[in-house]
């Protein structure tokens, strides 16, 4: 969106009457010499800077490019976001001792959209830019932050496979699903999964090649619709797995929307009460060192609602992560006035290095955070006599030549580069000033965007900025358009955070491996899977450790692609909602076991030790999980009763009794005819052969349930060489040539005149 177009969508506020003044939509006024106006000390960095554009009147670039970020979808979810309205979304909280704001206050202030969340103490709504400083100054509110935007965590895929018909997950045959229902007849039936993304459009394309059922219809929350296709593809996966389970959908866009999906899942909004909800949203900027308040606030509905089991995707944040400790090396660098004097070193000290290198994709929007263990506030804690951390580092995003291309100087998360200058950090003409911005929590982070027409290598600089911050780092980088981020140096292990780090029985948190390497016994986590062990460590909690994810389940699987979405659909979104699909086929046949327990004791162990931090207790089986359920099957010979000895050459024929004794589905028979016996094995009943060498051979018949238990019995043949008969007569029951010859010659001497006489001679018949 350019200047023109952002004048028009404010003139069109202008028209509903907001309060957006007429001059916030035109050049500030204000010359480069006047001081700039008082900016509420309430407002965070990113909202501050939005203030004092609206105190100068120059708002109309701030708001056109957010809203022409925001029109393409490459916003990232660390920036202030807008309406056409001239309204920005906010987080107001406000003291746990006193009422928030009312309607009516906001209201008056030109706000919509009101949101209260009790459980992260904040109001969300959105307000006026113009407004922002007369919001903070109401007495209820303690400090104004950006929302916690949502962001999907699906991988970059390979290349898009184009679907037209109605399509199967790979998983529904790779986990078991498959067999599971054949042998059981369960389908889902009588249970429910939400499903909780950015978007479920197409729903009835999908309905229309049967991907996802129409009666009844999947629900789609009304107030929380989304949009997008990731949860349409979720639902479809589901679908294929558990046909019979009814399925849910709710689109959040913040945090506090999440908390209220939620809440209206469990509410039986429209009839539907879900017995799993399946999530695959990352919120970055929340704790990370310990479960903060959005995380705290999801595992206290999970307790409150024990009969419904939350599903996680771990992330797909393995190469875009890195953690280690604070390992300083000397610098001298002064940026704003501020001169650094240590810098994290990723090198080794004989070889520093102070730059964390990695490739942006032109066009394409980037989020880098770092967090440190000082203590974390939680938002429903945040007070207006909360102090900042007194702790700081500082992170500059640079190029190869050293210029600033974004920055973090200050308490908390900061704004954009540009404006006001894209090479100076975007707090030095506020009045807050570099390190005045209001935290509370120890974290740094930014976004910048690759704007030029080819890749970009950049590199993370992080500085010690004052005070006694904690030692342990966590550094996380993100791609708005979905592309792997390929940190050097990078750490895999414990790059899953927020609610996914959440313990079980709270949440079950799922990582990925392709489906195809799963078909193929090539079970390789994929590379950009988060992996655990979640570390966890702050003065307020202490330090402790959890072993996640607590599964895994297969990604680059097929969906129909609706929408333009990517198929194969990659990444623990796609890995997710398999491991839904499979408690809802658990939950519908055995209501009255542990589907954790299930999935747990059906596993296919991987990786070193059990269970880890790469994947967890291992792939999951449905059908292997059910088989302890059932008695064991038995096995039994019924020909030859006993062990025999026969002859080579001879036919023998073997009969069986195979019983399931009592499980569901089929028997299944095999015969093994011994080692060195060179007779194929059989999966007849009642199978009949021929050994043609001698020797003393096992036979086993194994009988196997549909749930892959099995009985085996043998019996011991022996087998009698039988020697042919000697040329020289005699034995063996036949004729030798001469003896046969000697018959012909007597029958025919026979019919010879009596005079003569046949006399045999040991040397053969003469003629006398």
């Not at 009588?190 to 229309?208: K, N, Y």
């Not at 414990?494 to 079970?523: K, R």
Request: aromatic share 8%; hydrophobic share 35%.
């Amino acid at each position: 969106m350019n200047i023109k177009s952002a004048r028009i969508s404010c003139l069109i506020a202008l028209a509903f009457a907001l309060a957006l003044p007429a001059g916030a939509c035109f050049a500030s006024a204000t010359s480069p010499g006047t001081p700039a106006p008082a900016v509420s000390r309430k407002l965070d960095a990113r909202l501050a800077t939005i203030a004092h554009a609206a105190a100068e009147q120059r708002l109309a670039p701030l708001m056109g490019a957010a809203l022409d970020r925001e029109l393409t979808r490459s916003n990232s979810p660390l920036e202030a976001r807008w309406n056409a309205a001239g309204q920005v979304q906010v987080y107001l909280h406000y003291d746990s001792y006193r009422i928030p704001p009312s309607r009516t206050q906001l209201r008056a202030l030109g706000a919509s959209g009101v949101v209260t969340s009790p459980a992260l103490g904040v109001v969300q709504a959105w307000v006026p830019a113009t407004q922002l400083d007369a919001v903070a100054a109401l007495p209820q509110v303690a400090r104004v932050t950006v929302p916690r935007y949502a962001y999907v965590k699906r991988a970059p895929h390979s290349g898009a496979i184009p679907r037209t018909g109605s399509v199967d997950t790979q998983g529904d045959q790779i986990l078991g699903a498959a067999a599971f229902r054949q042998a059981t007849g369960f389908n889902g039936s009588g249970t429910s999964v939400g499903v909780i993304s950015d978007g479920a459009g197409d729903i009835s394309q999908d309905q229309s090649t049967g991907d996802l059922p129409s009666n009844p219809a999947p629900w789609v929350n009304p107030s929380l619709p989304g949009s997008g296709y990731e949860g349409t593809a979720m639902m479809e996966i589901i679908y294929d797995l558990a046909p019979g389970a009814k399925l849910g959908f709710c689109g959040p866009q913040t945090s506090v929307d999440f908390i209220t999906c939620l809440n209206d899942f469990a509410s039986n909004s429209a009839g539907f009460l879900p017995n799993v909800i399946v999530d695959d949203l990352g919120f970055p900027g929340v704790a990370m060192f310990t479960d903060g308040g959005f995380a705290t606030a999801v595992q206290q509905f999970a307790q409150a609602h024990p009969n419904i089991q939350l599903v996680s995707a771990a992330g797909n944040d393995a190469t875009g992560f890195w953690s280690g400790i604070w390992n300083p090396t000397p610098v001298n660098t002064t940026i704003n006035s501020i001169t650094y004097t240590q810098a994290q070193n990723f090198g080794s000290t004989s070889n520093p290095n102070t730059k964390m290198s990695f490739a942006v994709q032109p066009g394409d929007t980037i989020d880098y955070l770092l967090e440190w263990d000082d203590t974390w506030i939680p938002s429903s804690q945040i007070t207006k006599s909360t102090p900042n951390d007194p702790n700081d580092y500082d992170v500059f995003l640079v190029d190869g030549n050293g210029n600033i291309l974004a920055c973090n100087q200050g308490d908390n998360l900061g704004g954009s580069a540009t404006p006001p200058s894209p090479a100076s950090c975007p707090y030095t003409n506020t009045p807050a000033g570099p390190t005045g911005t209001p935290g509370p929590q120890p974290v740094q982070g930014n976004q910048w965007k690759n704007s030029g027409s080819s890749t970009a290598t950049v590199y993370l600089e992080i500085f010690y900025g004052g005070g006694n911050p904690g030692k342990n780092l966590k550094v996380l980088v993100n791609s708005v358009s979905a592309s792997q981020m390929n940190l050097t140096p990078h750490t895999a292990a414990g790059s899953i955070f927020g609610q996914s780090a959440l313990p079980y029985p709270d949440e079950i948190t799922v990582g990925a491996i392709s489906a195809s390497g799963a078909s193929n016994g090539n079970d390789v986590i994929e590379s950009y899977s988060s992996q655990g062990p979640v570390f966890l460590s702050q003065p307020a909690t202490g330090t402790s450790t959890r072993m996640k994810p607590d599964f895994v389940g297969v990604d680059c699987v097929s969906v129909t692609g609706v929408g333009g979405f990517v198929s194969p659909f990659c990444g623990t979104s796609a890995a997710a909602p398999h491991i839904a699909g499979l408690i809802a086929l658990l939950e519908s046949g055995y209501p009255q076991q542990n589907p954790y327990t299930l999935l747990k004791n059906g596993a296919t162990h991987l990786g070193t030790g059990y269970p880890n931090g790469v994947y967890g207790y291992g792939l999951v089986n449905v059908l292997a999980s059910v088989a302890s359920l059932y008695p064991a099957p038995s096995a039994s010979i019924i020909s030859p009763g006993a062990n025999a000895t026969i002859n080579t050459g001879q036919t023998t024929t073997f009969s069986s009794n195979c019983s399931s004794n009592g499980a569901p589905g089929s028997m299944k028979a095999l015969w093994n005819f011994g080692g060195g016996s060179n007779i194929p094995d059989s999966t007849q009943l009642n199978p009949t052969v021929i050994y043609s060498g001698g020797g003393v051979f096992t036979v086993t018949l194994t009988c196997s349930n549909a749930f892959g238990a099995s009985a085996s019995t043998t019996r011991t043949i022996t087998v009698k060489v039988v020697t042919p008969t000697s040329t020289g007569g005699g034995g063996g029951g036949g004729l030798g040539f001469l003896s046969l010859l000697a018959l012909l010659l007597a029958a025919w001497a026979a019919r010879l005149p009596r005079a003569k006489s046949a006399i045999p001679t040991t040397s053969g018949i003469f003629m006398q």
